[in-house]
């Protein structure tokens, strides 16, 4: 994706809104809305849902990046930031009530300061797996900078970057079996799951919802070759300064 995409698609989800906003007022409630996304779809997610890009900390961990061997892939794209104009970019809409991440890319472009600034539910989910995001630098340890009061983090065993996608031939992007891993369906479906509870409680006020965003539950639907776990918080252990 060109440097573009990362100012671009925020943008994007700004003038939908907009759109929707003139046209559809009276039979949307425009003032609740969620936003679920995949990857890049992810930062977009998590950007209009309060997430801040910190200049500061791109420009330290990109340079320190620059003679250093990179094994997170994502940190190349986070790093095209420095391509584009230095802009005080706010994309924050407080339209977006709950954000539902599945492997965004985090750990440079927002960084701790940047994730702490999400005041909405927050539901990011890792795939252990994941060579694209690595699951350590870009999901477990930007869940734990999170301050909002109602955040989840979901552990798929095994997922991929790909594990939530449909099957990339009909996607016209072709994908080594090897990448995509265990059978997507598993994840899809507990992604459906999921995103239901979180956005009957979080959009639609439904309490009764609320026990389907449990270790309890997905304890139940968790099945081989890919378990799935549920947390909302983490072991002291794993909550570390990003000293990378």
Not at 58 to 71: D, N, P, S, Y
Request: glycine share 4%; proline share 7%.
């Amino acid at each position: 994706s060109p440097p573009s995409e990362l100012i671009n698609r925020p943008q994007d989800i700004e003038f939908l809104l907009d759109y929707l906003e003139q046209n559809y007022s009276t039979r949307l409630n425009l003032n609740q809305v969620g936003i679920l996304g995949q990857s890049f779809g992810a930062y977009t997610s998590l950007a209009v849902a309060g997430a801040q890009i910190d200049y500061e900390q791109v420009f330290k961990r990109c340079q320190a990046q620059e003679t250093a061997t990179v094994l997170n892939f994502s940190v190349l794209l986070q790093c095209q930031l420095l391509r584009l104009p230095i802009k005080d970019y706010d994309f924050d809409d407080p339209r977006i009530k709950a954000v539902f991440a599945i492997n965004p890319l985090s750990s440079k472009i927002f960084g701790e300061e940047g994730m702490e600034a999400i005041d909405v539910p927050t539901l990011i989910v890792t795939g252990s797996a994941d060579t694209v995001t690595p699951a350590l630098a870009e999901q477990i340890r930007p869940f734990s900078w999170l301050e909002t009061p109602d955040k989840y983090l979901v552990l798929l065993k095994r997922g991929t970057h790909f594990s939530t996608l449909a099957d990339s031939a009909d996607e016209g992007v072709p994908v080594p079996k090897e990448a995509i891993g265990p059978d997507p369906a598993i994840a899809q479906t507990y992604m459906k799951a999921l995103s239901l509870g979180f956005f009957k409680t979080y959009l639609a006020n439904q309490s009764s919802y609320e026990i389907y965003l449990s270790s309890e539950y997905t304890d139940d639907i968790s099945r081989f070759p890919m378990p799935i776990f549920l947390l909302e918080s983490l072991p002291e252990q794993l909550i570390m300064k990003d000293e990378e």
